[in-house]
């Protein structure tokens, strides 16, 4: 009834940039938190960004200053800008969202998570 749909990974330099969509699409009510996550190969998924339906915004350390989270409300639509990225960037990115959804008559809340999309930095 819900899916998330990631858009825009790939191949990239490194100190090149990069951007990364998650659509999320069905019958949504309400979409509270957003966030990205990543997965390297052997490592444990962590977390990238985190967004609020308000607009603040969470990072890890190690994206500080280099990524920027945003979302488009009106598209259901989170983004994740990589800019001076690094080899130790590259891994599997998730999208997540917690969210409300309407079925039989009622809403549900719960976190959803998309497909991922690959992101390799390498020259």
């Known amino acids: 009834q819900v899916q998330l749909v990631e858009s825009g990974g790939g191949l990239v330099q490194p100190g090149g940039s990069l951007r990364v969509s998650c659509a999320a699409s069905g019958r949504i009510f309400s979409i509270y938190d957003m966030g990205w996550y990543r997965q390297a190969p052997g490592k444990q998924r962590e977390l990238v960004a985190t967004?609020?339906?308000?607009?603040?915004?969470n990072y890890a350390d190690s994206v500080k200053g280099r990524f920027t989270i945003s979302r488009d409300n009106a598209k259901n639509t989170v983004y994740l800008q990589m800019n001076s990225l690094k080899p130790e960037d590259t891994a599997v990115y998730y999208c997540n969202a917690d969210l409300e959804y309407y079925s039989g008559g009622y809403t549900y809340r719960r976190d959803y998570w998309g497909q991922g999309t690959q992101v390799t930095v390498s020259s």
């Open positions: 967004i609020t339906s308000g607009g603040s915004t």
